[in-house]
């Protein structure tokens, strides 16, 4: 069994950074595509970011490319979301989730993963 455990999450001000954690177990990592959903109060949740098993397919959220990053340690079994450049807008609870085959077509949606964390809160304001 897939576990996944977030950690990283805080309270940022705008235009800081926080840096997310997804440790996994129970299942060889190499074989794990990991993404991270948002879900904020009153809202859907939302893929922000997803990075297949080897590290060079790597989706973003248009609302986020070119101020997060997401990254894959196989060594750690871990993977990073780096939020640079904080905005009140990406207050949320952040998931990670994962899945054991290739999105069909590259972008996350939750249904497609049967594997989650419990989430980590990223709270930005002033």
């Known amino acids: 069994q897939v576990q996944l455990v977030e950690s990283g999450g805080g309270l940022a001000q705008p235009g800081a950074s926080l840096r997310l954690s997804c440790e996994t177990s129970?299942?060889?990592?190499?074989?794990?595509?990991i993404a991270w959903f948002r879900q904020a109060p009153g809202k859907e949740r939302e893929g922000v970011s997803y990075?297949?098993?080897?590290?060079?397919?790597?989706y973003y959220k248009v609302s986020v490319k070119g101020r997060f990053t997401i990254s894959r340690d196989n060594a750690k079994n871990t993977v990073y979301l780096q939020m640079n450049r904080l905005k009140p807008e990406d207050t949320a609870i952040y998931y990670c989730?994962?899945?054991?085959?290739?999105?069909?077509?590259?972008?996350?949606?939750?249904?497609?993963?049967?594997?989650w964390g419990l989430g980590t809160q990223v709270t930005v304001s002033s």
């Open positions: 990075i297949n098993n080897i590290g060079d397919y790597i």
């Open positions: 989730a994962a899945v054991d085959r290739p999105l069909r077509d590259g972008r996350p949606v939750p249904s497609n993963f049967p594997y």
């Open positions: 129970g299942f060889p990592f190499d074989y794990l595509y």
